[in-house]
């Protein structure tokens, strides 16, 4: 179906052509339309076109007044202040306009990006024989919703994970290996997530008490990593054998995030080794890169240290080995070229701007990032504790993700358990909302925050039935849904001739914002924006609910239809705008 005009492209329009008929002289010009609360809209547009034309700006707006076509879409337009324009629209139209979004069951009428590209996001990257800690927990959940968000709008998007499976402590964990080759066996068949990783740790930690004790060892573990560098066969082996242990660890962390990871998209650091040397050369044949002290650094004039002097990005060290910046910047060499990208987001920690300023620079320096390439950090802040400091144990130890899941399920679990006997629940429905609710409540916490900034992990807040939260938006859904079950005959019917009470028109408003939203969230990088605009639907159909009769007590056949209308599109928009954060919405709850 095609996308669905709305009311603010409507309006704009009519409002659009009055400023031509009123000021030809001024052409095509801009209204300035927004969303009010004075009115249903307020245009802002006249005190610029006034100024510029040299005219009295309530004058003008006057004129421009007398010129809009009301009617069908516009109710009443008034002139305030020093020329502002106020906007009241039809009921007629608000309704009209929801019956598109309705009878568009994919899209509720969402019109697709105008030029879509290709975006690459690089988002979620543990590292291979490493726990997942809390530190990992907002890069997969950001970069999840953006890549959800992003496909939804029509972009072609391909995931990239990448991973850190490259670097010298693989030197002491594969010697360790070969020297106890049957530390990794499987006895009993598959392994789960847990498994692996205690076969990982405990594996890690023999090989440290080794090295950190034995300097034979010490120096064939060393020895090791050359090996693993120049690609020895028995050595990529036993790697590999890291590797894949460790992704089955990965996928059972991503599967209880309730995130769907492809194997083809876990590229981690090795994948670019061959293109390091190819890198290093290009950079310094254009005079990007240059030596200083033996290693291939690019300078920048703006990057200095505490004494002053220039911070070079070393992109190869003086001892031959490469550093993060040749893997990242060969990244970009093959997303550009291979992966034909428009654009390259990376979801990363804030606290490595300053790295990837330097790399996208350096990037543009030798021509594979331009005007028609763009690079993007959507950065964000550090996951606190209530104390307000990073989320620590009480032993200050990091916080293992799996653990911080595993509770938030436990509290979730404990909410829903409260509510199910009202509801009539079984035990396995209880047990799958309860993870719904709790991974809902982690999700919903990290994304309703702007990405940039820190945000307090509380889970007492975050299963809360009250406040901010994902539950109160999956209670508000469930709640809506579950007025279909006493309807008994009357179904959802949009009628445009009925008069619309304030909350029917305020939520009617809002439910047609949807695509606009989504808009703003895409070209932003920012699921906080559609968060925000959820709760809010869930609020004001609150509201609607309470003073707006729907079954009980009964208003006309007309009047019920028509506010189940709004019931059921409300519902999909809360369904559909959950399910691009990655939260699901339970049908009864």
């Known amino acids: 179906m095609a996308s ?14 009055a400023l031509s008929a009123a000021l030809p002289e001024a052409g095509s010009a801009d209204p300035l339309l927004r969303r009010s609360d004075r009115a249903d809209f307020q245009a802002n547009g006249i005190l610029a076109l006034a100024k510029k034309a040299k005219a009295n700006p309530r004058d003008l707006a006057t004129q421009v007044v007398a010129q809009v076509a009301s009617g069908d879409v516009i109710k009443d337009i008034e002139v305030s202040g020093p020329g502002f324009l106020n906007i009241t629209v039809t009921d007629g139209a608000i309704v009209r306009n ?36 809390v530190g990992h927990l907002r890069s997969a959940v950001i970069g999840d919703a953006v890549v959800q968000i992003l496909e939804f709008t029509g972009e072609s998007v391909v995931r990239r994970h990448h991973i850190g499976d490259w670097g010298t402590q693989f030197g002491m964990l594969i010697q360790y290996l070969i020297e106890h080759p049957h530390e990794l066996d499987h006895q009993g068949g598959e392994v789960s997530g847990e498994e692996a990783m205690s076969n990982l740790n405990r594996l890690y930690k023999a090989a440290r008490t080794v090295f950190d004790s034995d300097e034979e060892f010490k120096t064939r573990a060393r020895r090791r990593v050359v090996d693993l560098q120049a690609g020895e066969p028995e050595t990529l082996a036993m790697w590999q054998k890291f590797v894949d242990e460790s992704k089955i660890y990965f996928y059972s962390v991503f599967d209880k995030l309730d995130m769907e990871i492809q194997d083809a998209d ?20 254009s005079g990007v890169a240059v030596r200083s002290d033996g290693a291939l650094c690019v300078f920048f004039d703006d990057v200095k240290g505490p004494d002053g002097n220039p911070v070079p990005l070393i992109v190869k060290k003086s001892d031959g080995g490469y550093g993060y910046a040749a893997t990242d910047l060969s990244a970009i060499r093959d997303r550009v070229f291979n992966l034909k990208a428009s654009t390259l987001l990376y979801v990363v920690d804030a606290r490595q701007s300053l790295h990837f300023k330097m790399v996208f620079e350096t990037a543009r320096r030798a021509g594979w990032l331009n005007d028609d390439v763009k690079a993007h950090q959507l950065a964000f802040g550090t996951v606190l504790g209530k104390d307000g400091k990073p989320f620590k144990t009480r032993e200050g130890e990091t916080v293992r993700l799996v653990d911080l899941l595993d509770e938030a399920i436990d509290r979730a679990t404990t909410v829903v358990r409260e509510k199910a006997e009202k509801v009539g629940l079984s035990e396995s429905e209880i047990e799958e909302n309860g993870r719904y609710v709790g991974i809902g409540a982690v999700k919903y916490a990290d994304l309703s925050t702007s990405a940039v900034r820190d945000y307090k992990f509380d889970l007492d807040q975050m299963v809360s039935l009250n406040g901010d939260t994902s539950v109160y938006l999956q209670y508000a859904y469930a709640r809506v849904r579950s007025i279909f079950g006493k309807a008994g005959d009357r179904t959802p ?4 001739e009925l ?11 809002h439910l047609d914002r949807f695509g606009e939203t989504l808009e703003e969230v895409a070209a932003e990088y920012a699921p906080h924006k559609l968060a925000a605009y959820l709760y809010q639907l869930a609020s004001l159909y609150t509201t609607f609910y309470d003073q707006c009769p729907v079954i009980k007590p009964a208003p006309a056949q007309e009047v019920a239809e028509n506010r189940l209308f709004l019931c059921d599109l409300t519902a999909r928009t809360l369904h559909q705008g959950m399910s691009l954060l990655g939260i699901r919405t339970p049908e009864r709850l």
């Open 4 to 17: 669905v005009t709305s009311l603010t492209a409507s309006v704009h329009q009519r409002l659009a052509d």
């Open 98 to 133: 929801l019956a598109e979004r309705y009878a568009d069951s994919a899209r509720l009428g969402v019109p697709l990006a105008e030029h879509p590209g290709t975006t690459v996001i690089d988002y979620a990257q543990p590292n291979v024989a490493k726990e997942m800690h």
């Open 266 to 285: 876990v590229v981690g650091e090795s994948g670019y080794n061959d293109m390091l040397d190819e890198t290093c050369r290009l950079l310094e044949e």
């Open 493 to 496: 019917v949009a009628h445009p």
């Open 499 to 509: 008069e619309l009470a304030p909350a029917e028109r305020a939520l009617g408003l």
